[in-house]
T-cell receptor
Framework: AQSVTQPDIHITVSEGASLELRCNYS??????LFWYVQSPGQGLQLLLK??????LVQGIKGFEAEFKRSQSSFNLRKPSVHWSDAAEYFC????????????FGQGTELSVKP | GAGVSQSPSNKVTEKGKDVELRCDPI?????LYWYRQSLGQGLEFLIY????????KSGLPSDRFSAERTGGSVSTLTIQRTQQEDSAVYLC????????????FGSGTRLTVV
């Protein structure tokens, strides 16, 4: 079945530590890939996106993500987390044959310890 | 406009009443999407418009839900005979191209059915 999986519902990291949020998808052809962030009471903000080309994508706020076709993964990383990064993170895919609609993972809530 | 505008930002309604939620996309964006975000269900696709046409309505939960878009711009999502399970945040997004252009989300309408 077509799906987007974020295995970690909640992650806690210490400020200054590195971060990796996992995302796996299951689609026949590589879809467009996105990471969004949502702070409490706020809308969704795009962190980065992958359509084609270089498999390491740089985004805003110091985030990057790496597309690995062999693993059907698009994991989000940040070398050093700041307290302001505490939020919910959503991986999303836009299958190429579905009119551009986004299919979201369940989200990963990130908490940052001082 | 500069961003995607949704109104009202909050709506409390009595069970059984009809509600209308409005989305004003970024000027020139041809694609418009509606999503619902609720506890336990994550972010669900509802419907998408390309211009004034809705090629994909597959996410509408029941026939109580309908949407229209006029002039290739403003869209209205209508929920008839609201039920408590309709309580959620309804998000709208627009895009200049289906998928490839990326998406800009509004801040959402929080609907509470009492």
């Amino acid at each position: 079945a077509q799906s987007v999986t974020q295995p970690d519902i909640h992650i806690t990291v210490s400020e200054g530590a590195s971060l990796e949020l996992r995302c796996n998808y299951s689609y026949g052809a590589t879809p467009y890939l996105f990471w969004y962030v949502q702070s409490p009471g706020q809308g969704l903000q795009l962190l980065l996106k992958y359509f084609s080309g270089d498999t390491l994508v740089q985004g805003i706020k110091g985030f990057e993500a790496e597309f690995k076709r062999s693993q059907s993964s698009f994991n989000l990383r940040k070398p050093s987390v700041h307290w302001s990064d505490a939020a919910e993170y959503f991986c999303a895919v836009a299958p190429l044959d579905q009119g551009g609609k986004l299919i979201f993972g369940q989200g990963t809530e990130l908490s940052v310890k001082p | 406009g500069a961003g995607v505008s949704q109104s009202p930002s909050n709506k409390v309604t009595e069970k059984g009443k009809d509600v209308e939620l409005r989305c004003d996309p970024i000027s020139g964006h041809t694609a418009l999407y509606w999503y619902r975000q609720s506890l336990g269900q994550g972010l669900e696709f509802l419907i998408y418009f390309q211009g004034n046409s809705a090629p994909d309505k597959s996410g509408l939960p029941s026939d109580r839900f309908s949407a229209e878009r006029t002039g290739g711009s403003v869209s209205t999502l209508t929920i008839q005979r609201t039920q408590q399970e309709d309580s959620a945040v309804y998000l709208c997004a627009s895009s200049s191209q289906t998928g490839a252009g990326g998406y800009t989300f509004g801040s959402g309408t929080r609907l509470t059915v009492v």
